[in-house]
């Protein structure tokens, strides 16, 4: 086999497009659904029992679809109803409804694994609520949380590749793009198989890090 | 709703591929990873650290990279095969990785004291493998492994990209005829959902009945 590396070093310009699209994707994707996912965890923690149950069901449905279904809903489906969006936001919609749904029982596990009785403890020495699951509770459960949240953000990354499913121009698409005008060569996908994995490499050195210096003593 | 029922069998039929395509990629892949997986652990440091990379370096692309990849690489190589063929082939490569790391975690697992004790009686490696280690890994391994199935059910809608026909392709085509992208796409949702539910079920449930044999 003969590897002919002409077709990535003459396109690089629309190599490092796709990854600029790919980093701004995950990045507005891993905020919103950080987000939001806490703030599912948490109403679903607070124990109003119809809220509970509609929150449940949306999470265990979107864990349990392709996330690509997702997507196709909100791109072929949104502009039936008259809300004409563009790839992109298609993209981050789809990718937020879906790692929402992760996210949130990741921070659930989180909450859930401080004692209860740090909660009477802080309220005790006279905290309100809020200033008691601020400063008490939450800090100790992201510290237990984030290794599976550094692990869901890996995925999340990787999940961007499906935005080429909807000819959002990512890392994924662009490479298509390059395959096809170079009369199908295969190379483009591995040079964006070795990004995505720097990438990932990258979060997960990060993540540990932070997990080095933000470790809490149990 | 009589659109759906109209298109029902073609669904059904869709449906059926989706599962023969998990199927294949699921036992394929459990045999595969778990050959790899047990390499890993037995054959020596070197041979267990190139596991790891491997391991690794899976992990860290996205699947439709992976699918791409193959479908491109495989005629460059001289492969020709269907996108059926290159899709349960890239699936399979692709999850093997990850019961491999299943399998590992799980051998690991085991005391090395029992492996000892194995050996001090006079067994060989492989023989204290076989009835000291592999019985009580797997029966560890089974909730993760089922959770993985899952997770192969829904990548199955990938291989939909390089125009293989299942669920979500077909779904796709549909709408495309019907312009209903709701009804079809939440329908196919529904379907997707009760056959991973299921066995998301079935996993958490032996979990549970695992930790009771385990006290």
């Given at each position: 086999?003969?590897?002919?590396?002409?077709?990535?070093?003459?396109?690089?310009d629309?190599?490092?497009?796709?990854?600029l699209?790919?980093?701004a994707?995950?990045?507005?994707?891993?905020?919103?659904?950080?987000i939001?996912?806490?703030?599912l965890a948490?109403?679903?923690?607070?124990n109003?029992?119809?809220?509970?149950?509609?929150?449940s069901a949306y999470?265990?449905?979107?864990?349990?679809?392709p996330?690509?279904?997702?997507?196709?809903?909100i791109?072929f489906?949104?502009?039936?109803?008259?809300?004409?969006i563009p790839?992109?936001?298609s993209?981050?919609?789809?990718?937020?409804?879906?790692?929402?749904?992760f996210?949130?029982?990741?921070?659930?596990?989180?909450?859930?694994s401080?004692?209860r009785?740090?909660v009477?403890?802080?309220?005790?020495?006279?905290?309100?609520?809020?200033?008691?699951?601020g400063?008490?509770?939450?800090?100790?459960?992201?510290?237990?949380?984030?290794?599976?949240?550094?692990?869901?953000?890996?995925?999340?990354?990787?999940?961007?590749?499906?935005g080429?499913a909807?000819?959002?121009?990512d890392?994924?698409?662009?490479a298509?793009v390059?395959?096809?005008?170079?009369?199908?060569?295969?190379?483009?996908?591995?040079a964006?198989?070795?990004?995505?994995?720097?990438?990932a490499?990258?979060i997960?050195?990060?993540?540990?890090?932070?997990?080095a210096?933000?470790?809490?003593a149990r | 709703?009589?659109?759906?029922i109209r298109?029902?069998p073609?669904?059904?039929?869709?449906?059926?591929?989706?599962l023969?395509?998990?199927?294949?990629a699921?036992?394929f892949?459990?045999?595969?990873?778990?050959?790899?997986?047990?390499?890993?652990?037995?054959?020596g440091?070197?041979?267990?650290?190139?596991?790891?990379?491997?391991?690794e370096?899976?992990r860290g692309?996205p699947l439709l990279v992976?699918?791409?990849?193959?479908y491109y690489?495989?005629?460059?190589?001289?492969v020709?095969t269907?996108?059926?063929?290159?899709?349960?082939?890239?699936?399979?490569?692709?999850?093997?990785?990850?019961?491999?790391?299943?399998?590992?975690?799980?051998?690991?697992?085991?005391?090395?004291?029992q492996?000892?004790?194995?050996?001090?009686?006079?067994?060989?490696?492989l023989k204290?493998?076989?009835?000291?280690?592999l019985?009580?890994a797997?029966?560890?391994?089974?909730?993760?492994?089922?959770?993985?199935?899952s997770?192969?059910?829904k990548?199955?809608?990938?291989?939909s990209?390089?125009?293989?026909?299942?669920?979500?392709?077909?779904?796709?085509?549909?709408?495309?005829?019907?312009?209903?992208?709701?009804e079809f796409f939440i329908?196919?949702?529904?379907?997707?959902?009760?056959?991973?539910y299921?066995i998301?079920?079935?996993s958490?449930?032996?979990?549970?009945?695992?930790?009771?044999?385990?006290?």
């Open positions: 086999m003969r590897m002919d590396w002409s077709a990535v070093t003459n396109n690089v629309t190599l490092v497009q796709g990854l699209t790919t980093l994707l995950s990045s507005i994707s891993i905020v919103l659904s950080i939001f996912g806490t703030l948490l109403v679903r923690l607070s109003v029992t119809f809220v509970e149950a509609a929150i999470v265990e449905l979107l864990r349990n679809t996330l690509l279904i997702t997507l196709y809903l791109y489906g949104l502009p039936l109803v008259g809300i004409a790839p992109f936001t993209a981050v919609l789809a990718l937020v409804m879906q790692h929402t749904a996210i949130s029982e990741i921070i659930r596990g989180g909450i859930l401080v004692p009785a740090q009477e403890a802080g309220r005790a020495m006279g905290m309100t609520p809020l200033k008691t699951f400063i008490v509770i939450l800090p100790q459960a992201f510290s237990a949380a984030l290794p599976s949240l550094v692990g869901a953000i890996v995925i999340l990354l990787q999940d961007t590749s499906l080429a909807i000819a959002e121009v890392l994924t698409m662009a298509k390059i395959s096809q005008r170079t009369a199908t060569s295969f190379e483009p996908f591995i964006i198989a070795a990004l995505y994995f720097a990438l490499w990258l997960s050195q990060a993540g540990r890090m932070v997990e210096r933000y470790k809490i | 709703m009589d659109q759906i298109s029902l073609v669904l059904l039929e869709a449906l059926q591929q989706t023969v395509l998990s199927g294949l699921v036992v892949s459990a045999l595969l990873g778990f050959a790899i997986g047990e390499v890993s652990t037995l054959a440091p070197v041979a267990g650290w190139f596991v790891r990379r491997y391991i370096l899976v692309i992976f699918i791409f990849l193959s690489l495989l005629p460059a190589v001289g020709q269907e996108p059926f063929s290159t899709a349960v082939m890239s699936l399979v490569l692709y999850f093997s990785a990850f019961v491999a790391e299943i399998v590992r975690g799980a051998v690991q697992s085991i005391p090395q004291n492996i000892n004790s194995g050996l001090a009686l006079g067994m060989r490696r204290v493998e076989r009835i000291v280690v019985p009580q797997l029966r560890i391994a089974v909730p993760a492994l089922l959770n993985l199935c997770i192969v059910v990548s199955t809608s990938l291989v990209i390089i125009g293989v026909w299942e669920l979500t392709y077909a779904t796709r085509e549909i709408v495309m005829r019907t312009v209903l992208p709701f329908f196919a949702m529904i379907i997707y959902f009760v056959v991973c299921t998301v079920r079935a958490k449930m032996l979990e549970r009945k695992m930790a009771l044999a385990h006290r």
